[in-house]
């Protein structure tokens, strides 16, 4: 049992991470080894303390230096689904479940939008990991909705059990050839099936399969957490970074505009010492 299981690697997550590791809390810390692709892409970053003028890579450098001088470990699973557990949370990673006191959600946004029919039909055909669900799969017929080349490891290997693999890409120039595999260029516009999935829409074509494996680089925080409070696209939270959820915050872009390095650094800092406040209270006679 962990104190504190942080999400995101992005810089409203370093900043957790960081802050954390100085509190000497017993955290996990899950994301991206790369940290953060919108500071990769950045070409120019002008308002950031301490960094005048940075293109998006030194920014990036800065931050892995600073975290590699700490030692601090960063695990590269993906997150399938977070549960309330009362007094603690448990978190699904690949084939691991860990458990902690308290989640910090520092998610970022999540650009491609859901897919209808997708979270009605989640755990009834529906899956976002390939290595957890791939093996029910066995020599049926499915479909893998890709959005990120990085994903395509899990499409590999979800061809190596499936009959037949419907690769439905998102981007240009899939890199997945294999005897079994089709890949369509485009996103769905629905998943059917009444009670379990039946069948996926795209491109105007109604493709039959047994199941749909959704590979995003993240999942939305509604879907990955049942019963946490939104508004629209954003985890609502209050000004200490508290969600609707006891024992949960969040900072960064998933908590809303402006999409800004700063304002997600600060809100790291302030949504881990609400954490902390929060373990500290549950010590409390």
Known sequence: MHDLIIIGS??????????????????????????SVKIEKAERIRNYPGLPDVTGQEMKQSFQEQIEGLGLALLPERINAIYPMGAHYAVSAGQEVYEAKAILLATGVETSKAI??????????VSYCATCDGFLYRQKRIAVVCTSPKLEPEIEFLAGIAAHVTIIAAYKGCGVEKENTEVILGYPSEIRGAGRVASLVCQGREIPVEGVFVL??????????????????????????RTSLEGCFAAGDCTGRPYQYAKAVGEGNVALHSAIEYLSSRLEP
């Not at 209808?116 to 009834?124: I, N, R, S, Y």
């Open 10 to 35: 992005g810089p409203a997550g370093i900043s957790a991470a960081l802050t954390a590791h100085t509190r000497s809390l017993d955290f996990l810390w899950f994301g991206d080894g790369d940290l």
């Open 116 to 125: 209808p029919g997708e979270a009605e039909l989640l755990g009834k055909g």
């Open 216 to 241: 995003r680089d993240s999942i939305s925080p509604a879907i990955l957490l049942k019963g946490l409070q939104m508004e629209g696209n954003h985890i609502k939270v209050d000004r200490m970074q």
